[in-house]
């Protein structure tokens, strides 16, 4: 085996094959990773994320392809088209719903919206709660309605999916929810 390439460079798996040049000579699942474990009398480490792994990566794989054959006529015949797939790719995406809830426009606002402004994050909504805004906002997303300040301190609702994360009301652990 070269040096810079081990073993898994064979392997029909695309995840597997991205990991040919690390550092480390993995095995694949398979009789000689047991023989070569057995003769050496070393322990066997599992990856338990591979299959998830393996699978995420088959799958934007295949989305990929799919939203290539799908587009890439009208791309080739029109690049303006081009917008309109960005457009399905992005009402495709997930979405990240951020959520501030102030009692004060002084303490911890400002830099709060700022984090959230400061970047480019197209699949993001942000909602304002504030004394004036908080009936309304409960009448239109009730899932706001429980989501208060906390200490006293203007505080982010971070949720993806049908999921929010616990609330943060320091600018830097807002960030680190977002990236």
């Not at 040919?20 to 070569?36: G, H, I, K």
């Not at 993001?124 to 706001?144: E, F, G, M, V």
């Not at 971070?158 to 320091?170: L, R």
């Amino acid at each position: 085996m070269n040096p810079k390439i081990n073993r898994l460079a064979r392997e029909n798996s695309p995840y597997l094959r991205q990991h040919s040049t690390n550092p480390v000579d993995w095995y694949p699942w398979s009789e000689e990773a047991f023989e070569q474990a057995t003769r050496k009398n070393l322990p066997v480490f599992l990856s338990i994320g591979y299959s998830t792994c393996h699978w995420c990566h088959v799958r934007y794989r295949e989305l990929a392809r799919t939203t290539l054959s799908a587009f890439g006529g009208m791309l080739q015949r029109s690049p303006p088209a081009y917008s309109y797939m960005l457009t399905g790719l992005m009402l495709e995406a997930e979405a990240t719903l951020v959520v501030i809830v102030t009692d004060s426009e002084k303490i911890g606002l400002k830099e709060m919206m700022g984090v959230v402004r400061k970047n480019n994050l197209p699949q993001t909504i942000l909602l304002l709660k504030n004394p004036k805004s908080a009936r309304d906002l409960a009448r239109i997303a009730p899932y706001t309605f429980d989501m208060d300040v906390k200490e006293g301190r203007t505080t982010a609702y971070v949720c993806k999916g049908q999921s929010c994360a616990p609330p943060v009301n320091d600018p830097r652990e807002l960030e680190s929810l977002l990236f």
